[in-house]
């Protein structure tokens, strides 16, 4: 079992950076893949960036590509994600999320992949 627990709620204007943190308890090292994704009541809880924890390797949707950074810290089994240039249709409660995920071909960022998952934390975009 792993538990997960994100930074809390934040507002932070249009154009403006955020850093949100995902720590892990329990068991971690059963899963080796974690993502952040994110969700408003009237859509589908969408993917935005994975890592694998064991070898650092990363995906993005196009949406945040090269505007989001995620990234782990074994040694304190956290995984962050860095947002840059956030825009007002960014808000929305931010999930993060852990699992194991073997298949090469699998889809990174489908909520389908992960077992685990954090409360969530709202961020609030002001234009």
Known sequence: ???LSESGGVTVQAGGSLT???AASGYPHITNWSAWFRQVPWKNREGLASVNTD???THYSDSVKGRFTISRDNTKNTVNLQMDN???GETAMYYCAAGLIIQSSSDFLAPSEYV???QGTQVTVSS
Request: aromatic fraction near 6%; glycine fraction near 14%.
């Open 20 to 22: 949100r943190s995902c």
């Open 55 to 57: 070898d650092g390797t």
């Open 116 to 118: 685990s998952w954090g």
């Open 1 to 3: 079992q792993v538990h």
């Open 86 to 88: 956030l825009k007002p």
